[in-house]
């Protein structure tokens, strides 16, 4: 069956540009997470959902950051005005139930590159 | 909020070689998580465990959950077994909150 994919894989942004990064969990999946990836680094996680609501998102680093998941498939995260510093890869993970102790399927994320 | 910290950061292994990746954290949880990434980023879980071992082909984990302490071991490894092993605990420890991972061990291993 299909996984979890992402779109789009490469993003080139210029400074100040809004972007949108698309996550299509697995079927049927009730959770979704969204993650940064730094170079380097461990994911660092953004947000939550369960369904369509977003229940955790202490993690995401500004207001400039918003994600959403209206019926409760399909999730975007938004970047408004991009700066340097949100280069990273967007990694977002669904599973199968609810709550954050069950196994995770990661999608292979989103290069963003903001110049 | 819990902290992971993984080690080493990076190893090298000749082909056969027996391996072993460690993960502490600091507040005592209900479950960890044992990832690999690929190059080009491609994360899959590879285990989950709360107490005791778990066994997947060559790949073995074991949490010691009074330590707060799991390590990831490869039996007999090989060049495809390269890659980045990530370990990650729940943030606030037991089973609540996002995952915290570490910061990764980057496997290399020669033939």
Redesign the interface.
């Known amino acids: 069956g299909a996984g979890v994919s992402q779109s789009p894989r490469y993003k080139v942004a210029k400074r100040g540009q809004d972007v949108a990064l698309r996550c299509d969990p697995i079927s049927g999946h009730v959770s979704l997470?969204w993650y940064q990836?730094a170079l380097?680094?461990?994911?660092?996680?953004l947000t939550?959902f369960q369904n369509e609501a977003q229940l955790?998102k202490?993690?995401l680093p500004s207001d400039r950051f918003f994600a959403e998941r209206p019926e409760g498939s399909v999730s975007t995260l938004k970047i408004q005005r991009t700066q340097q510093e949100d280069s990273a890869?967007y990694?977002c993970?669904s599973s199968s139930g609810s709550?954050?102790?069950?196994?995770?399927?990661?999608g292979?994320?989103t290069?963003l590159l903001v110049l | 909020k819990n902290e992971v910290e993984q080690s080493p950061q990076n190893l090298t292994a000749q082909e056969g070689e027996f391996i072993t990746i460690n993960c502490s954290y600091s507040v005592g949880i209900?479950?960890l998580?044992w990832?690999q990434q690929h190059p080009?980023?491609?994360?899959?879980?590879l285990f989950?465990l709360s107490s005791g071992k778990k066994k997947h082909g060559r790949l073995i984990a074991t949490i010691n959950i009074q330590e707060k302490h799991s390590s990831l071991h490869i039996t007999a490894s090989h060049p495809r077994d390269s890659a980045v092993y990530?370990c990650?605990a729940?943030?606030y420890g037991g089973?609540?909150?996002?995952?915290?991972?570490?910061?990764?061990t980057k496997l290399s291993v020669k033939p």
């Open positions: 997470f990836q380097g680094q461990g994911p660092e996680f939550y955790d202490s993690g890869v990694l993970a709550r954050y102790q069950e196994t995770q399927y990661f292979p994320g290069r | 209900s479950a998580h990832l080009g980023g491609g994360i899959v879980s989950m990530i990650a729940p943030n089973s609540q909150g996002n995952l915290i991972f570490g910061k990764g």
